[in-house]
């Protein structure tokens, strides 16, 4: 958590204080994260388009997001295999994210 703070320019108190512990702010920080990312992966799924232009779109959404987050997949893989469930309730249970459609 220090590492942290210090990288975001505040002291570790402060973050405590907002995200008490790593696996809540982690929790906050993928959670925001996903709100951004998984919809438009839905979206893209949920088109009328061609089934190549799909994964077209998706291979570059996918892209332009491990660009700006190349920790994610890490995170995602780390957090499966820890509690499996707890994780796909975190992502569909409570947090209002649409949840993937069936490809056409």
Not at 13 to 35: G, M, N, S, V
């Amino acid at each position: 958590m220090q590492d942290i703070a210090d990288e975001a320019g505040i002291n570790k108190a402060l973050l405590h204080y907002y995200y008490r512990d790593k696996e809540k702010l982690f929790e906050t920080i993928f959670l925001e994260e996903a709100q951004k990312f998984f919809p438009k992966i839905n979206a893209i799924f949920q088109s009328d388009d061609p089934l190549f232009q799909k994964i077209e779109k998706f291979v570059d959404e996918y892209i332009d997001e491990m660009l700006e987050n190349p920790y994610l997949p890490w995170f995602v893989l780390n957090e499966i295999n820890r509690d499996p469930d707890q994780f796909m309730y975190k992502i569909w249970g409570e947090n209002n994210l649409p949840k993937p459609g069936k490809v056409s």
